[in-house]
């Protein structure tokens, strides 16, 4: 049994590895991971620049605002982007308006701002330019002229240096949390996990949707053809059936490494380019999140938050891929199972969305139970560990189910399998199913 096994495993691995739309389909997804994560540098070499500054002219008829202005411009542009250096080149400019108009009609890339007295508000401004000007780029000129005419108004007002200073003094925020149970480092998680975990689940829903639909593709491709007839002439339907399975798991496990090479491949042909100035205000985020992360704690919790769940992905696989053979089996035709396995693929859609949301169940009884569903259990059980809803034993709840659901669908799912695997008609289909099951 272990050599038929290992060759039907073997053959069914064959028939998706060795051909051109494996290779293909992953020659396409090298390239298109790497080339995302180095968008910046292909624009480049296609004539964009990305280093290239922002010129902004400044016409000052108060000679008071430009050299606020332009502190105000470069040190919130660099403390919101997280740069070494502004992406401004703020120029005062000594010409009139209508000049500055002329050269603008040459100039794609530059903005004017106009300053003028106003005895009421005592600064009014004009930002002029020939588009669109980015809402982030606006919300930072706006604020910086704001602050200029707030710092204007005080001045006038004869208040003190010192006075000033202590006006412009960051303010000194305690954060106090009642809950003893909680803490600052456990907010700033939540954040953490709002941002960087859905990158992380998203390619487990797509491979595990991905292993549904290969199983029953090709179960039911050896029952069209009648080659499933000769298969079970030689051997059980039970290697048969676990040929599928291990073989379908060891392809997602393997597509999974591979897209996560790609990834890692396409952090390294980064490094080398250097990579432009685009990504620099992103990468510093995510330093600064990875500095939150390591400063509150969470770091510690991945040695035990991995394990749990690789442990729960691959029982969850195997539980997808156990329901995808058992389905397929009593179907004729790939139009029939993709009938089937719609409530698989909302379910999976159901945990996707639960571990997008996952901080959005504070104390909720509902999720915690939610947690322990198998099939679910694997995408948002660590999201609700890694932000502190649930412990370590609730994960283990998760991984006792996920086994327990193996179990039942191995054992009450090989009837299913025996009877269906030579059916070939679609008719009183559920009744089969479960006529098989209490036989």
Do not use: C
Request: aromatic fraction near 10%.
């Amino acid at each position: 049994m272990t050599s038929k096994l290992s060759f039907l495993t073997q053959t069914s691995l064959n028939r998706k590895i060795k051909t051109k739309w494996f290779v293909v389909v992953n020659i396409i997804l090298a390239i298109a991971i790497i080339g995302i994560i180095n968008i910046d540098s292909i624009i480049t070499i296609f004539g964009g620049d990305f280093n290239k500054k922002q010129e902004v002219y400044v016409i000052d008829e108060t000679n008071q605002v430009f050299d606020l202005f332009k502190t105000n411009v470069e040190n919130t542009d660099i403390s919101l982007n997280e740069k070494e250096e502004t992406s401004f080149d703020i120029v005062k400019y000594d010409k009139t308006i209508e000049e500055a108009k002329e050269e603008m009609q040459e100039k794609d890339n530059l903005w004017l701002i106009v300053f003028e007295e106003d005895e009421t508000t005592y600064l009014r401004a004009s930002v002029i330019s020939n588009g669109y000007i980015e809402t982030l780029d606006y919300q930072i000129i706006s604020q910086a002229i704001t602050n200029a005419k707030t710092t204007i108004a005080i001045e006038n007002s004869n208040i003190s240096s010192s006075e000033l200073e202590a006006i412009y003094a960051p303010a000194t925020i305690e954060r106090v949390i009642l809950d003893e149970d909680k803490t600052t480092e456990g907010e700033n998680s939540s954040m953490i996990m709002s941002v960087v975990f859905p990158v992380v689940i998203l390619p487990f829903f797509m491979l595990s949707l991905f292993l549904v639909q290969m199983i029953g593709a090709e179960v039911n491709d050896e029952k069209s053809t009648r080659g499933m007839e000769i298969i079970i002439s030689n051997v059980s339907p039970q290697t048969h059936f676990f040929s599928k399975v291990l073989a379908g798991n060891i392809f997602v496990l393997l597509q999974g490494f591979l897209l996560f090479a790609y990834g890692a491949l396409g952090f390294l042909v980064r490094n080398l380019l250097g990579g432009s100035s685009i990504t620099n205000g992103v990468g510093a985020y995510v330093g600064s999140l990875l500095d939150v992360f390591l400063q509150g704690g969470l770091g510690d919790k991945l040695i035990y938050i991995i394990p749990l769940a690789l442990i729960l992905i691959v029982l969850t696989f195997i539980a997808y891929s156990l329901l995808a053979g058992i389905l397929a089996s009593m179907t004729t035709n790939i139009e029939d199972f993709q009938q089937l396995q719609t409530p698989i693929i909302l379910i999976s859609l159901l945990g996707y969305y639960l571990a997008l949301m996952s901080n959005m169940f504070h104390g909720s009884l509902l999720i915690r139970i939610i947690s322990y569903v198998p099939f679910i259990s694997a995408i948002l059980s660590p999201s609700l560990l890694m932000v502190g809803q649930i412990g370590i034993i609730d994960v283990i709840i998760s991984i006792i189910l996920t086994i327990v659901t193996n179990y039942l669908l191995i054992k009450y799912g090989l009837r299913i399998y025996k009877v269906g695997i030579l059916n070939y008609s679609s008719k009183d289909l559920w009744k089969k199913m479960f006529k098989a099951m209490k036989n």
